[in-house]
């Protein structure tokens, strides 16, 4: 059945997840702070800054108006990078405390609050009036828009601790090209989502130096050790770890051109600041600001994670990368399974 559905954030992956929920035949409303990017999307269809060269569903109207975009909605879903996020869900909180709606919340953050370490279902539920939506659901996986919009075949995995909640979005989102699986561990998902950020960023910063594919598969294997172990630390079931959001996100972040992340650590290994990077970049590289608090809570909470300290040392202690290596791989020798 057609539902009405709002989307917050038009940056690459809220616009072209609208346009999958639009092609399955539901009425979205794309909701962005730039008016220039809401008349080139109802006027060209196009979002050249954040999508190249694609054509969005002509259906799909966007708005600066937040009350316009959420009106009947039955699903609002943000895509909104983690350092927003918190502000947007407070606008939205304001609005659906004086509407007659009760919306499903679906979210597609991957990164921790800086300074509170909250996952971003937590911020939101901060921000939201208890009464006036249904509850929270997490979208996540190995899904790069670009990807997405060129119809690759995709699964994700849609997290909520509500299994009939996670259901209805899964419902939604389901068609020939974008499969959907349930989980009910929200935090193994949404901490796994955050913390593959970090390890591409890893997997790049190997790459850009000229390492090859065992150094960089040794990356990704011991990468998933720890957000594991950073992950079980806080309830997460170990499994969620194997999935989708999991190894499944880590393996397309940590190997790809497409990933901002991985791109991000590549011109890093080649010697760019991070200054640079991110001025060139023009979207969000979550990785960075992750390592951060990763790092801080890894520290409060004694959870060894060793390629995420070096990642930090590189990014916010301008240690030599060169240095970083030989200390990793200089530790003592240790058990692989714990
Ligand atoms: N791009 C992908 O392929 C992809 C896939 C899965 C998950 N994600 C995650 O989705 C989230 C969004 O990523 P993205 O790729 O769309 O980012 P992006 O950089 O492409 O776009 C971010 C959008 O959010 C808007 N925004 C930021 N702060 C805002 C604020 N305070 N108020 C209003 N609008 C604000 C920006 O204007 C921009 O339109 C991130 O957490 C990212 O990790 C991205
Ligand atoms: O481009 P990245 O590195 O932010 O990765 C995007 C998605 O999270 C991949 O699933």
């Not at 639009?22 to 730039?34: A, F, Q």
């Not at 939506?133 to 996540?140: A, C, D, K, R």
Request: hydrophobic share 40%.
């Amino acid at each position: 059945m057609s539902k009405q559905i709002a989307v917050l954030g038009a940056g690459s992956w809220g616009s072209v997840l609208a346009n999958v929920l639009t092609e399955n035949g539901h009425h979205v409303t794309l909701w962005t702070r730039s008016a220039e990017q809401a008349a080139e999307m109802n006027t060209h269809h196009t979002n050249q800054k954040y999508v190249h060269d694609f054509e969005y569903e002509s259906a799909l109207t966007a708005t600066t108006e937040m009350a316009q975009a959420i009106a009947g909605a039955d699903m609002i879903l943000l895509a909104i990078p983690t350092k927003g996020l918190r502000q947007v869900a407070h606008q939205l909180g304001q609005l659906l405390a004086t509407m007659d709606i009760k919306p499903v919340i679906t979210h597609v953050t991957k990164g921790l609050e800086q300074g509170t370490y909250k996952r971003p279902s937590e911020m939101i539920a901060e921000e939201l009036p208890a009464d006036h939506y249904q509850g929270i659901t997490v979208l996540s996986g190995p899904s790069h828009a670009e990807s997405v919009a060129l119809h690759d075949m995709t699964a994700v995995t849609i997290a909520a601790n509500d299994e009939q909640l996670a259901k209805d979005v899964q419902g939604l989102f389901m068609n020939q090209y974008f499969r959907a699986y349930t989980n009910n561990d929200v935090v193994g998902v949404e901490v796994a989502a955050a913390l593959k950020n970090v390890i591409a960023i890893g997997s790049g910063i190997l790459s850009g130096l000229g390492y090859k594919d065992n150094a960089r598969a040794a990356l990704i294997t011991r990468g998933l050790a720890e957000i594991r172990r950073f992950g079980v630390s806080f309830g997460a079931n170990p499994m969620t770890f194997i999935g989708l959001a999991g190894v499944g996100d880590l393996v397309v972040t940590a190997t790809s051109q497409n990933s901002r992340n991985y791109r991000c650590g590549f011109q890093l290994g080649q010697g760019q600041s991070v200054a640079e990077i991110e001025a060139n970049m023009g979207m969000v590289i979550e990785g960075l600001s992750t390592v951060k608090v990763a790092h801080e809570i890894a520290e409060k909470r004694h959870v060894s994670m060793p390629i995420t300290d070096a990642i930090y040392k590189v990014v916010y202690e301008g240690q030599a990368i060169t240095e970083v290596v030989t200390e990793l791989m200089g530790r003592e020798g240790t058990t692989e399974v714990e």
